[in-house]
């Protein structure tokens, strides 16, 4: 470097080093570190080669000018002294001759100068390298920081959905890995598919911002954003949905390209459209359905067995995925392996719980029923032996009042009034009598084809006159494609008489009774629907026991013969009631199959 030519300036210069300058100049002039002399007013009274090439500036340019308008100075950290009152040292960001931003330690020295004033000795460290590792292992800090936030969030989730949502929201969240789209892709082995179960990321830049700052708003941490996760945008479904849909593959499928970065033994990434670690076969197709050429592909094992793959992209920003982006998402992955293969056996357990408490269930119930049936049994047994016993004796009563009342002239008023109520009991005694004997003694139903519409409507015509005379209204209502019933006619004939009575004498004061006939699966219902006065709740739990009445008059056996019939067929009663608005009866029986005929009713 040449020696200063301006006066003025190389008079300073000699007022610090008197008799040296030319020395001074030939030894520092060509050092590679930069640094610059100041003189009182902060101007530049020398600027080496090493400042040179680190600002763009030429000597010519630097000379004079106040050093930190020169470098555009804006300190970041406060000076501090260093090694004595005159040497102070802090960092600072400087700005090129190109205007590129330079983060600098500025180590400072002040110099006495012979005039009596003060100049400055001004080194500059170059800290690019050391500030750009810095933010390296701050965010290497800060990524292994969600990483075990996000271990903590798969360790408390039980559930497969929010292990995904854990998972998906950990890869793209501001505070987490920063992908912009995952694709969750899960192995059904069952059905034999590589399944694109799930995914998050925006379909676009405008999707983008409202969803990011959605994310990013009121310092919200990642188990809240998982709390608050919404796969579905204003109601609608994700185009990211759709396209983990379209990356569903056969486990089979040699040529798909999921299928083999899900058997890979590490991370298959994609750049420009082409693999360039991993050994999976071409990924133009998916390619096509991401809209993007650079991608990353993390299996998910758990045990060395293959559970899912983990794709992760930056569709929008696209930004390069680096090295350090696939290890921390590698990190996640080994912990998504683990928290599904957890979720799956839970999810067994769980399976196994509820088979089990079904199973109880349905023990219990078949107790229930051997309790209930020995018990019915025994009902039965003794109410035949009884029916037995009073039916000659009742038959005898009654046949002797009316024969009295076929000769009025022996009798006054009084007289024919108690034959008249002798004969209406006795009546009303033997149509119990009747009831509990078809009670004891059930016939096994001959099966045939029966054409539910038609038999319902039959017996509403029977009961006309009752419906009549409570102004109750009648009317059958048949689903298209209503199958007939597998089922013997005349029984079930009386079981629908028995359930339409009930209905009727629930509506002392009229309403609308409804028969409504239904197809379902392997079978067909018959609900008989009342507007009447409803069950309370201990009504409803024993209306179905033999002998259990609220009528004053009646038997307590219509309910049960109807219920025993149903069973006798292979199906069942059901009843649902509310006090005050009305009950329904469903009766459900198996449906016909083709050739099945009516042995006893030709007409059905």
Not at 108 to 134: C, H, N, Q, W, Y
Not at 188 to 207: F, K, Q, S, Y
Not at 265 to 282: E, I, K, Q, W
Not at 305 to 324: F, H, S, Y
Request: glycine share 8%; aromatic share 4%.
């Amino acid at each position: 470097m040449g020696a200063i030519t301006h006066k003025d300036q190389r008079s300073k210069f000699d007022a610090f080093f008197p008799g040296r300058a030319d020395e001074f100049l030939r030894m520092l002039g060509a050092w590679s570190i930069p640094f610059a002399l100041l003189d009182a007013d902060d101007a530049v009274l020398f600027w080496n080669l090493g400042a040179v090439k680190f600002y763009g500036l030429g000597e010519e340019e630097a000379l004079g000018k106040k050093f930190a308008e020169l470098v555009a100075e804006e300190a970041t950290i406060p000076e501090a002294p260093l090694g004595g009152v005159r040497t102070r040292r802090y960092e600072a960001l400087h700005q090129s001759a190109d205007g590129i931003e330079l983060p600098v330690m500025v180590t400072r020295t002040d110099l006495p100068a012979s005039d009596g004033r003060e100049g400055a000795f001004v080194l500059i460290t170059d800290l690019t390298e050391s500030k750009s590792l810095e933010r390296r292992l701050a965010r290497r800090v800060a990524q292994l920081s969600i990483i075990r936030e996000i271990g903590e969030c798969l360790q408390s989730a039980m559930s497969p959905e929010r292990i995904l949502h854990t998972i998906l929201v950990g890869a793209t969240a501001s505070m987490g890995l920063r992908f912009n789209r995952a694709f969750l892709l899960l192995v059904d082995e069952r059905h034999g598919v590589l399944r694109g179960r799930d995914a998050i990321g925006p379909a676009d830049t405008e999707e983008a911002q409202r969803i990011w700052s959605r994310l990013s708003t009121g310092g919200k941490t990642l188990r809240d954003l998982v709390d608050d996760y919404e796969p579905l945008i204003d109601g609608e479904e994700p185009r990211v949905l759709e396209i983990a849909r379209l990356l569903s593959a056969k486990l089979d499928d040699e040529t798909s390209f999921v299928v083999a970065a899900l058997n890979a033994t590490a991370t298959t990434r994609v750049v420009d459209g082409h693999v360039v670690s991993g050994d999976a076969p071409s990924p133009y197709r998916i390619i096509g359905i991401l809209g993007i050429d650079a991608f990353v592909a993390v299996p998910l094992t758990t045990d060395g067995k293959p559970v899912g793959l983990l794709l992760a992209d930056n569709a929008i920003t696209r930004r390069a995925i680096t090295d350090e982006d696939v290890d921390i998402l590698e990190l996640l992955g080994l912990q998504a392996g683990q928290a599904l293969a957890r979720a799956h056996l839970t999810e067994e357990l769980a399976r196994q719980v509820a088979s089990l408490e079904a199973a109880t269930r349905e023990l219990r119930r078949n107790q229930e029923r051997v309790v209930r049936s020995e018990r019915l049994s025994a009902i039965g047994e003794m109410a035949a032996r009884v029916a037995h016993e009073i039916r000659n004796p009742l038959v005898a009563i009654g046949g002797f009042a009316r024969s009295l009342l076929l000769r009025p002239e022996e009798q006054d008023s009084a007289t024919r009034e108690a034959l008249e109520i002798i004969v209406n009991e006795v009546r009303r005694l033997e149509t119990i009598v009747k009831e509990v004997l078809e009670f004891s003694r059930p016939a096994p139903p001959k099966i045939g084809s029966v054409p539910l519409r038609r038999l319902a409507q039959e017996a509403l015509d029977l009961l006309a006159w009752e419906l009549d005379h409570v102004g109750v209204v009648g009317r059958v209502e048949e689903a298209p494609g209503t199958p007939e019933a597998a089922a013997d006619s005349d029984q079930i004939f009386h079981a629908v008489i028995n359930l339409l009575r009930n209905a009727v004498h629930a509506m002392p004061h009229g309403g609308e009774l409804f028969v409504r006939l239904r197809g379902v699966p392997y079978g067909v219902e018959m609900a008989i629907v009342d507007t009447g006065v409803g069950m309370s709740e201990d009504v409803l739990a024993r209306a179905q026991e033999a002998f259990y009445t609220t009528k004053p008059n009646g038997s307590g056996l219509g309910l049960t013969i109807a219920s025993l019939i149903a069973r006798d067929h292979n199906g069942e009663v059901r009843i649902e009631s509310r006090e005050g608005e009305g009950t329904t009866v469903t009766l459900r029986l198996p449906a016909a199959t083709e050739g099945e005929t009516d042995a006893q009713d030709p007409d059905y």
